[in-house]
């Protein structure tokens, strides 16, 4: 009985762990590609989160006036437009 491996054996063993690396690569791609993602959901939240707490402070301090109170809020490329509603009877 030989104790070499054969080239057949050589070329199945090279196409499992060829699967296994491509398997791998697509899995680390996938991830850094969800973090992405979920790094700009949690920075949209933050600023959606900044823009309430502004439209809240202006009504407050009395800075703007009825209901809905309308909030435009700019962090440059994106608007946010808040619309706060009172729903307390004075």
Known sequence: MSKAFSLLEV???MAII???L????????ASL??????????IDAN???????EARNKRDRGEISGSPYV???EY????IIYYL???QTK
Not at 22 to 27: E, F, G, K, R, Y
Not at 33 to 42: A, D, E, M, N, V
Not at 76 to 79: P, R
């Open 47 to 53: 600023k959606a989160q900044a823009c309430a707490e």
């Open 76 to 79: 440059g490329k994106v608007k």
């Open 11 to 13: 070329l199945i063993a």
């Open 18 to 20: 060829t699967i296994g």
């Open 85 to 87: 509603y009172d729903w």
């Open 33 to 42: 590609h969800s973090y992405k993602t979920s790094s700009q959901q949690i």
């Open 22 to 29: 491509v398997a791998a690569l697509n899995l680390i791609a």
């Open 71 to 73: 909030v435009n809020c």
